[in-house]
Nanobody
């Protein structure tokens, strides 16, 4: 069994910053893409940023220049540094990863975290 656990959400004023972390645990053989999604009240879940194991990052247009995704492969952890936060960034942020397990290293499963709430409000 593998799981993703997010941390770092909270309440911040407009223009402020937050850093989200997501750690994968369990019998992990390898992790390919890791990413962050978010879901605002009354809206569908949307991609925020993704980082492949060894490739270039991708961001939603709405967060380009403000958010930075990074990962520490030794710690099986992905981060999301969020700067210049706006009220419209308020959402539940979900971590996502494609993970293969030790017993089945050739099969990648899509795994989701439980979500962490980010509220941007004055």
């Amino acid at each position: 069994q593998v799981q993703l656990v997010e941390s770092g959400g909270g309440v911040v004023q407009p223009g402020g910053s937050l850093r989200l972390s997501c750690a994968a645990s369990g019998s992990i053989f390898s992790i390919n893409d890791m990413g962050w999604y978010r879901q605002a009240p009354g809206k569908e879940r949307e991609l925020v940023a993704v980082i492949p194991k060894g490739g270039s990052t991708h961001y939603a247009d709405s967060v380009k220049g403000r958010f930075t995704i990074s990962r520490d492969n030794a710690k099986n952890t992905v981060y999301l540094q969020m700067n210049s936060l706006k009220p419209e960034d308020t959402a539940i942020y979900y971590c996502n990863a494609f993970i293969s397990r030790n017993l089945t290293p050739w099969t990648f499963l899509e795994v989701w975290g439980q979500g962490t709430l980010v509220t941007v409000s004055s």
